[in-house]
Nanobody, 114 residues
């Protein structure tokens, strides 16, 4: 059974940093694009950053220059978040396209507040 598990969320002050992790289990081959999405209360889920199996990255304009997405050993993805702002507060979800099907993690809460 394919599972995506996120970790690394928490409470941080404005200007601080957090590193999110996502690990895929239950599959060995076929992991294509992986991505981070986020959903704030009362808002729709939005794409934050994505990374292909070859390492090509794509970022939403609102995180360019502050967030960095990376992958390790195909099954692990990270999101380094710097210069965090209160508007970055949201539940962050890991997404992966595996054998042409989309899978989601359960989400991890990121709260940016003083």
């Amino acid at each position: 059974q394919v599972q995506l598990v996120e970790s690394g969320g928490g409470l941080v002050q404005p200007g601080g940093s957090l590193r999110l992790s996502c690990t895929v289990s239950g599959v060995i081959f076929g992991i294509d694009v992986m991505a981070w999405y986020r959903q704030a209360p009362g808002k729709e889920r939005e794409l934050v950053a994505s990374i292909s199996s070859g390492g090509s990255t794509n970022y939403a304009n609102f995180v360019k220059g502050r967030f960095t997405v990376s992958r390790e050993n195909v099954k692990n993805m990270y999101l380094q978040m710097n210069i965090l702002k209160p508007e970055d507060t949201a539940v962050y979800y890991c997404n992966a396209i595996i054998n042409l099907r989309a899978y989601w993690g359960q989400g991890t809460q990121v709260t940016v507040s003083s």
